[in-house]
């Protein structure tokens, strides 16, 4: 079973960076893509950001392209999201995802094998 466990959510002004991070049990995790979503109030989950399981391969949803990145530590077995230029429209619960497929092919379609519990992104204006 592989488990990952976001950190580094908060409160942050317009315009701010944040940086999560997702921390990931198991063994395999170098073998699996690592991604994010997040679920803002009264909307469906969205994807945001994934990266293949060596790292070489990332992949963004137009409205963070540019501002967020995503990078991982096999080493750590941690994926980040790097978060720049943030804006209120971002204010959600982000999810860090695992997909066993090494380049995110279930993940990109909205389904993952697995969820973190989340955690809170709020920004102000």
């Known amino acids: 079973q592989v488990q990952p466990v976001e950190s580094g959510g908060g409160l942050v002004q317009a315009g701010g960076s944040l940086r999560l991070s997702c921390a990931a049990s198991?063994?395999?995790?170098?073998?699996?893509?690592m991604g994010w979503f997040r679920q803002a109030p009264g909307k469906e989950r969205e994807f945001v950001a994934a990266?293949?399981?060596?790292?070489?391969?990332?992949y963004y949803s137009d409205s963070v392209k540019g501002r967020f990145t995503i990078s991982r530590d096999n080493a750590k077995n941690t994926v980040y999201l790097q978060m720049n230029s943030l804006k209120p429209d971002d204010t959600a619960v982000y999810y860090c995802?695992?997909?066993?497929?090494?380049?995110?092919?279930?993940?990109?379609?909205?389904?993952?094998?697995?969820w973190g519990q989340g955690t809170q992104v709020t920004v102000s204006t």
């Open positions: 198991g063994r395999a995790f170098s073998r699996y893509a």
């Open positions: 990266t293949s399981w060596y790292g070489k391969s990332t």
């Open positions: 995802a695992i997909d066993r497929d090494q380049f995110a092919v279930s993940m990109r379609k909205g389904r993952p094998d697995y």
